[in-house]
């Protein structure tokens, strides 16, 4: 059973940046995505970012792509999620999640099997 640990979550302001972590404790392979989802209070989960371990493919979340950067290193077993220019929008629990689907259906969370606890992200002034 893989296991997913994120950290790099806390409070900040508008405008400054965030870097997320996500550590996959456990067998991973190549061919595996590894995504970012967000879940704000009162709101539906949501699609952020998703990655393979090699660097790509890569896809975002249209409204995202302009301010976060996903990445991956596969050497460490992590990913990361460079967000910046955060707003009070960007406010949510953030989530990676590994999945074994074919690349097309990455930016689905109903194809991720393995889940995070996931790390608070809050942007007030």
């Known amino acids: 059973q893989l296991q997913l640990v994120e950290s790099g979550g806390g409070l900040v302001q508008p405008g400054d940046s965030l870097k997320l972590s996500c550590v996959a404790s456990?067998?991973?392979?190549?061919?595996?995505?590894m995504g970012w989802f967000r879940q704000a209070p009162g709101k539906e989960r949501q699609f952020v970012a998703t990655?393979?371990?090699?660097?790509?493919?890569?896809y975002y979340e249209d409204s995202l792509r302009d301010r976060f950067t996903v990445s991956a290193d596969h050497a460490k077993n992590t990913v990361y999620l460079q967000m910046d220019n955060l707003t009070p929008e960007d406010t949510a629990v953030y989530y990676c999640?590994?999945?074994?689907?074919?690349?097309?259906?990455?930016?689905?969370?109903?194809?991720?099997?393995?889940w995070g606890q996931g790390t608070q992200v809050t942007v007030s002034s």
């Open positions: 990655i393979g371990w090699s660097g790509f493919p890569q």
């Open positions: 456990g067998r991973t392979n190549s061919e595996e995505g």
């Open positions: 999640a590994r999945t074994g689907s074919a690349f097309n259906n990455w930016p689905s969370d109903l194809v991720y099997d393995s």
